[in-house]
């Protein structure tokens, strides 16, 4: 009995030893970890301290990119970076804020390039339209962002949209199409028949017409706009054969199927019938 009571004393003093020993195994590794993350965070402020303190991440050059309607001069006064900042202590996002207070601003990404080299890429925005509300002109974009009011330094030449309010919360997908098909009149070098476009007329029942400076009054109603004007180049390719292209030209391309040609101004003489498509006219 006496046996078996001083074996379980042994069995209870070695369970209290082993978990002695368990906490004290744990409690040192837990102060090792601590340890180390201390002497890691210390190393990280300390490097983190000589970048930030260093001269040789001075910024020394500026670049400044994709600007058309802006200067680079305009932008480095909108940044408001001092000269030899440390190019690693600037901030991004306030930098940004700035330049993009400017309305023709769209996009802006700053990008470092180390050691001492800041870039600001900016996207500007593409005028294709103005719009006049309240006796005041605006600018619009290619997204329907009306984004600034037209000023005297502004050299542009836009057609005017007009037959809507450009306040309204939701706007008709004619409109969309309108900026689309003008942005492409624009940037395409297909549509130089044309001239250029001095309005753009929209109306909720008849569609879209546009009016140019070649004395073209074009109604095309409220699809396809890019199919109906690659007709009408064919249309005033054959009048100008059979010498009817001149003068100011009324043309109705709403139903491609029956392009309609009228002459806005008394003719001088009936014109003689010709072999080929006729048009009324």
Same mark, same amino acid.
């Given at each position: 009995? /006496? ?5 379980? @004393? ?11 020993? !368990? $906490? ?15 002497? @890691? ?14 001269? =040789? &991440?001075?910024?020394?050059?500026? $670049? ?17 970076? /001092? ?27 700053? !990008? ?8 600001? #890429? ?6 294709? $339209? ?6 005041? &002109? ?30 309204? $919360?939701?706007?008709?997908?004619? =409109?969309? #199409? ?10 395409? !070098? ?15 029942? &008849? !569609?879209?017409?546009? @009016?140019?400076?070649?004395?073209? =009054?074009?109604? @095309?109603? /409220? ?55 006729? =048009? /009324?006219?």
């Amino acid at each position: 009995m /006496r046996l078996r009571k001083k074996v379980s @004393l042994e069995a209870r003093k070695n369970r209290l030893f082993r978990r002695l020993a !368990g $906490a004290l195994g744990d409690s040192a590794g837990a102060f090792a970890l601590l340890a180390a993350a201390a002497l @890691l965070g210390s190393v990280f402020i300390f490097v983190c301290s000589f970048v930030l303190s260093s001269p =040789y &991440f001075a910024i020394k050059e500026i $670049a400044v990119r994709g600007v058309r309607e802006l200067t680079e001069k305009e932008v480095l006064s909108l940044a408001k970076v /001092r000269p030899h900042t440390n190019i690693m202590g600037i901030n991004r996002e306030v930098i940004a804020a700035r330049v993009a207070a400017n309305p023709w601003v769209k996009n802006i990404y700053i !990008g470092r390039e180390l050691p001492d080299r800041l870039v600001l #890429d900016i996207r500007e925005r593409r005028p294709v $339209a103005l719009v006049k509300e309240d006796g005041v &002109f605006y600018l619009i974009d290619c997204d329907g962002h009306v984004f600034k009011k037209l000023s005297q330094g502004d050299d542009v030449d836009l057609p005017v949209i007009t037959g809507m309010k450009i306040n309204v $919360a939701e706007k008709p997908l004619l =409109y969309a #199409d309108t900026l689309k098909i003008l942005e492409q009149l624009f940037t395409s !070098g297909e549509y130089g028949f044309l001239g250029t476009v001095s309005e753009a007329h929209l109306d909720g029942v &008849f !569609g879209l017409s546009l @009016l140019t400076d070649r004395g073209l =009054y074009l109604k @095309l109603g /409220r699809e396809d706009f890019s199919g109906k004007l690659n007709q009408l180049k064919i249309v005033l390719a054959d009048l100008e054969k059979r010498g009817m292209g001149h003068g100011r030209l009324f043309v109705d391309l709403a139903d491609i199927s029956k392009v309609t040609v009228q002459r806005m101004e008394i003719p001088g003489k009936t014109q003689e019938r010709k072999k080929g498509p006729q =048009y /009324r006219i």
